[in-house]
């Protein structure tokens, strides 16, 4: 069982649909990080947060430190959020410059 | 600024030969990393640095070597190919905690 688990694994959504993606993690962790790998591969960091809530556009992504999970949700979506978007999570203790990575939920948004 | 560079973008190589994958940064970032990315598995961490002559292994060290001779260049040496490197290969680097990644490295060991 992976540390950290995403869910759904595959998504598809229509154009302006409002989309949840969430992640688990079963550890204490000193943050959270979002990125989105767009199908050509590269990878962008969306969000780093500890708790609470960020937004930047039509992204918001929020955390619960006690229950363990975070959320990254779209809004009006549009066909160039289909991405595959993941989720890490950096260890309270050890070198905590490593991240542990989720396998990513592959979001698919049709016109 | 070009951000997080890599070189190649693509290779074939056969097994038992060697190459070297080169990682370059302009932003100044005293971390740097390897990560490689499989069909099914999130990525993995293969060699990492804290600083210019440091390295360190991550989960998956085995086959690969890196050099940080250079602040600016993380390189990724295999020595021996072989069909399980067949892989995605992505650097990235980071002042604090947020890592900035380059385009990836597709590689594939026939």
């Known amino acids: 069982k992976n540390e950290v688990e995403q869910s759904p694994q595959n998504l598809t959504a229509q154009e302006g649909e409002f989309i949840t993606i969430n992640c688990s993690y079963s550890?204490?962790?000193?943050?959270l990080h979002w990125l989105q790998q767009h199908p050509g591969g590269g990878i962008v960091s969306l969000f780093m947060l500890s708790s609470g809530k960020k937004k930047h556009g039509r992204l918001i992504a929020t955390i619960n430190i006690q229950e363990k999970h975070s959320s990254l949700h779209i809004t009006a979506s549009h066909p160039r959020d289909s991405a595959v978007y993941i989720c890490?999570?950096?260890?309270?203790?050890?070198?905590?410059?490593?991240?542990?990575w989720g396998l990513g939920t592959s979001l698919a948004v049709n016109p | 600024n070009a951000g997080v560079t890599q070189t190649p973008k693509f290779r074939v190589l056969k097994t038992g030969q060697s190459m070297t994958l080169l990682c370059a940064q302009d932003m100044n970032h005293e971390y740097m990393y390897w990560y490689r990315q499989d069909p099914g598995m999130g990525l993995r961490l293969i060699h990492y640095s804290v600083g210019e002559g440091t390295t360190a292994k991550g989960e998956v060290p085995d086959g690969y070597n890196v050099s940080r001779l250079k602040k600016q260049n993380f390189l990724l040496g295999l020595e021996s190919a072989a069909p399980s490197q067949t892989s995605v290969y992505f650097c990235?680097?980071?002042?604090?905690?947020?890592?900035?990644f380059g385009p990836g490295t597709r590689l594939t060991v026939t």
């Open positions: 990235a680097s980071s002042a604090s905690y947020e890592q900035y």
């Open positions: 890490a999570v950096r260890y309270n203790a050890g070198n905590n410059r490593k991240l542990i």
């Open positions: 550890v204490g962790i000193s943050a």
